[in-house]
């Protein structure tokens, strides 16, 4: 009877061989960006609600930092703040945000439509 030769590491056919890396996935991870946190249609609905005016139109109605917040519900999260995005989505409407001689805060100015 013979006698079983050892194997030496030359002899397995690493080809064939899981590699640890086959059983190891990367989660996949979605990206969040702040522009998540903003809806279009706020600013949509706020568009066909007003129309931009000055600080010395009639019957104007001011909408500071605070007020703009509060109407879109844009709060400050770990991404930024979300208030800026729809600022600048207003600007493309032609809203400007100035500073109010009366108040000193920046403000956006807008007459309600009717």
Known sequence: MGRNKKKTMDDYDWEDEPDVRDFQSEPEVAKISLRDFVVP???QAFVRAYR???EFAPGYESFTD???REFFKAYVCGLGDPLALYVEDLKMADFQMTVS?????PTIFAVRRF
Do not use: R, S
Not at 101 to 105: D, I, K, N, S, V
């Open 41 to 43: 249609e706020k600013v």
């Open 66 to 68: 605070a007020e703009l």
């Open 52 to 54: 931009p005016c000055n």
């Open 101 to 105: 001689m009366a108040t000193g805060e």
